[in-house]
């Protein structure tokens, strides 16, 4: 019999490409050529399967252009890039990679919150240009980061690993907003308590965003939003672009109207809105709070096994549509 096709859509780890050729005839791209929507509509002809990672969008003229596919393995925990109703429409199965990647992506939040509040970037490239004449009192104070209070929006996983880290780490007071209260039992493991989004935005001395991506959380941080937060609050977005309004924080932060931000994500990436790339007090990261060597490789594995149990007849372990499996 023979096995069946799938595209890998970005390079990936040669590993997981031989993993997958043990069981598939794969396309692969691993000279990572850009591929346009047409593109990728026509590798998907004929294909039972994809890996895919967060830029690819398979929406419906996708799908329709790949009537065989079965199955999207995403390599990533969020899966905006997929118009999943038009996936269980059509009977296609969208998996992602939640857990393998949460403590990383925690580990990397607090990185640029540490880098933002206490002006890493900022100073570093002041010392590179060679502007480093004395010590003084106040050359590039920061904010505190043990013992403030840590906001974060958006308490899946990832905001559970902040919270402990801050709590447990770095005694911060922790306060959170989700849609969902969490259980007592997780609220007392990550000293957490919940607020309204309004007090969170009152009260955060640094506030980290880590809510998906959908048209509901479209510029949850906007300038009315930044116009509430503290002058000496930090802002970190480690979520997805389009959750701030990239203009509206370009200007707050120009303006003073809050100290600092980390930004990993950014709307339109990998364009960067021009006014963050001009004020100094802001760390601008290209995508990477995942990027630790074996985490992307927890990550590919996962999006491998999730085809390879699927297209083989069983169960995969980490579908985003299960009502496909019924
Ligand atoms: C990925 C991410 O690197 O998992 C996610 O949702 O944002 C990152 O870990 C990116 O989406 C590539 O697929």
């Given at each position: 019999m023979s096995k069946p096709a799938i595209l890998v859509a970005r390079a990936v780890f040669p590993e997981v490409i031989a993993l997958l050729e043990q069981h598939f005839q794969v396309d692969d791209n691993q000279a990572d050529l850009p591929l346009t929507s047409q593109d990728l509509a026509q590798r998907l002809q004929?294909?039972?399967?994809a890996l895919t990672t967060g830029s690819e969008r398979i929406d419906a003229a996708a799908l329709d252009a790949a009537p065989s596919l079965r199955i999207c393995a995403n390599?990533?925990?969020?899966?905006?890039?997929?118009d999943v109703q038009a996936m269980t429409v059509r009977g296609v199965l969208g998996t992602n990679t939640p857990d393998v990647l949460t403590e990383s992506t925690a580990d990397f939040g607090f990185a640029l919150l540490m880098a933002a509040a206490r002006r890493v970037s900022e100073s570093e490239h002041y010392l590179r240009a060679g502007k480093w004449g004395r010590w003084s009192?106040?050359?590039?104070?920061g904010s505190e980061v043990h013992g403030s209070t840590l906001g974060i929006l958006g308490m899946g996983r990832i905001g559970q690993g902040i919270a402990r880290r801050g709590a447990h780490g770095f005694g911060m007071k922790v306060i959170y907003h989700n849609r969902s209260r969490l259980s007592r039992q997780l609220e007392a493991d990550c000293r957490a308590r919940y607020v309204d989004k309004d007090e969170l935005l009152e009260t955060s001395d640094h506030l980290v965003l880590v809510l998906p991506y959908s048209p509901a959380s479209h510029?949850?941080?906007?300038a009315a939003e930044l116009a509430r937060m503290k002058r000496t609050a930090t802002l970190i977005n480690?979520?997805?672009?389009?959750?701030?309004?990239d203009a509206a924080l370009a200007l707050a932060l120009r303006e003073g109207r809050i100290a600092a931000a980390g930004l990993d994500?950014?709307?339109?990436?990998?364009?960067?809105h021009p006014g963050l790339l001009d004020v100094p007090n802001v760390v601008l990261t290209?995508?990477?709070?995942?990027?630790?060597t074996p985490t992307r490789m927890a990550m590919a594995k996962l999006a491998a096994e999730n085809l390879i149990a699927f297209l083989g007849g069983g169960r995969p372990l980490t579908p985003i549509n299960p009502e496909v499996l019924k």
């Open positions: 004929g294909k039972t399967g390599m990533a925990v969020g899966f905006n890039n997929f009192y106040d050359l590039f104070a510029h949850a941080i906007g480690i979520a997805r672009g389009g959750i701030v309004d994500v950014f709307e339109g990436e990998p364009k960067v290209p995508h990477i709070a995942s990027a630790t």
